[in-house]
């Protein structure tokens, strides 16, 4: 059990923090913006995303997205302006990573559902 809440409070914090840096330094040429945008990395956030929900299994995994909304909302409390010009936190891109890393997140717990489901289903025939 303490192993699943350190994965979803570590998730949470490195979700967070990628949000937060990638809002951050929007408007600095040459800074994080470039890298933390990169399509790579966004596509290893989403497998580790859903691997999290698939490694924690619990719905509660849900709650380490409270990280990411809390640092969209300190930006937003500091007048930082998100791509749009509008607040970080309240603009289509920063709800839309919010509700696409639920998505994802609900894969994995989806995953781990028909895992445990094929696991049960294996252990009954050979009883």
Known sequence: MKWRVAITITFGLLLGAWLYLDEWSYERPGSLHETLS??????????????????????????SLVAPIV?????????????????????????????????MLGIGLGLAAVWRQLRDRRGLRST
């Open 38 to 63: 990169d399509p790579l990395v966004a596509v290893a956030m989403l497998a580790l995303a859903i691997l999290t929900g698939f490694l924690v299994a619990r719905p509660w995994v849900l709650l």
């Open 71 to 103: 640092s969209l909302g300190y930006l937003q409390s500091t007048g930082k302006h998100g791509p749009d010009g509008i607040s970080p936190l309240t603009s289509p891109p920063g709800i839309a990573h919010i509700i696409w890393f639920a998505l």
